[in-house]
């Protein structure tokens, strides 16, 4: 996670930000600090990287790239805005430890606002912020199969606003944000999803932050909420309206440093041409 000192709506680049809405910086502050003592309070360790000068939207570490088994695939942001963060990213990751591998220059991918991992795969959104030609590179860097899912609203430019992975069966989604191949690629992956109304998509539902059985949220509406404890999961809310501001909410501010999805098997030399069907 990244503090928010020099946060603020400073350009539009999705449909929430208002140049004319101004941050309230000490409101931000506490939110923030809020959402990091209800993570930890769930069981999670933070790591924290330093806030910098003109980069407004690096608190918003999911986009900082794509983590898997100690490596890291740093984003290629669509926006000139945004392009930046990722030398401070990359000094973070190289600090720490990871295995930093780059995507190709031509293709643009936001890391892990537009890639979540479930089960053995990663779901990956793409049109107005990631380009579909980056799942091949991305999935060959991590070694895992990458799933496509185009998201057709443009106010839920990034996946993680529509698809909030909560264990190995179980999701909440946002169908209507994507389109019809999407739509079957998670029917034939999610045993048990539960669909969101508008509303509680557009209450940032689905950008919640999973932390072992806990499910820390910027706001529970009671049939969301009754549902995740049916499932068996506490839900912990964390205010971060300033952040709404922006277009992102709980899950944008953080990154998963511990994805560990295992290796595919390497496919047979074979694979999809006529002699191996
Ligand atoms: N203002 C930021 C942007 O538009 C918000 C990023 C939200 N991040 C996310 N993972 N959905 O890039």
């Known amino acids: 996670m990244c503090p928010p000192e020099h946060f603020g709506v400073l350009y539009e680049i999705n449909p929430w930000m208002h140049r004319e809405v101004s941050v309230d910086l000490d409101r931000a502050r506490e939110q923030w600090g809020g959402l990091v003592a209800t993570l930890v309070e769930a069981g999670a360790s933070v790591e924290l990287m330093e806030p910098q000068p003109d980069l407004?939207?690096?608190?918003?570490t999911a986009?900082?790239?794509t983590v898997n088994n100690g490596r890291y695939v740093p984003s290629r942001f669509r926006h000139p805005y945004r392009q930046p963060e990722v030398d401070h990213d990359v000094a973070w990751f190289r600090a720490n430890g990871f295995e930093v591998t780059p995507l190709p220059e031509a293709v643009a991918h936001e890391g892990a606002g537009d890639a979540l991992p479930f089960r053995?795969?990663?779901?990956s959104g793409y049109r107005s912020r990631s380009d579909a030609a980056?799942?091949?590179p991305l999935s060959a860097l991590l070694g895992v199969p990458?799933?496509?899912i185009e998201l057709v609203d443009e106010r839920l430019y990034h996946l993680d606003l529509t698809f909030c992975p909560l264990d190995d069966r179980?999701?909440?989604v946002a169908p209507k944000a994507w389109d019809r191949y999407g739509r079957t690629v998670v029917e034939a992956l999610v045993p048990e999803p539960f669909v969101l109304e508008d509303d509680e998509v557009l209450a940032f539902c689905a950008n919640s932050v999973v932390v072992g059985t806990t499910i820390v949220m910027a706001a529970c509406p009671p049939r969301v909420g009754r549902q995740l404890e049916a499932w068996g999961f506490d839900v912990a809310v964390a205010g971060i309206g300033e952040f709404l501001k922006a277009g992102g909410g709980c899950r944008c501010l953080t990154l998963a440093l511990d994805v560990a999805i295992p290796a595919a098997a390497t496919p047979p030399p074979s694979w999809g041409t006529a002699a191996a069907r």
């Not at 053995?120 to 779901?123: A, S, T």
């Open 56 to 60: 407004p939207d690096l608190v918003f």
């Open 63 to 65: 986009n900082a790239g």
């Open 120 to 123: 053995n795969v990663f779901l």
């Open 134 to 136: 980056a799942h091949g």
């Open 146 to 148: 990458v799933r496509p």
């Open 170 to 172: 179980r999701a909440l």
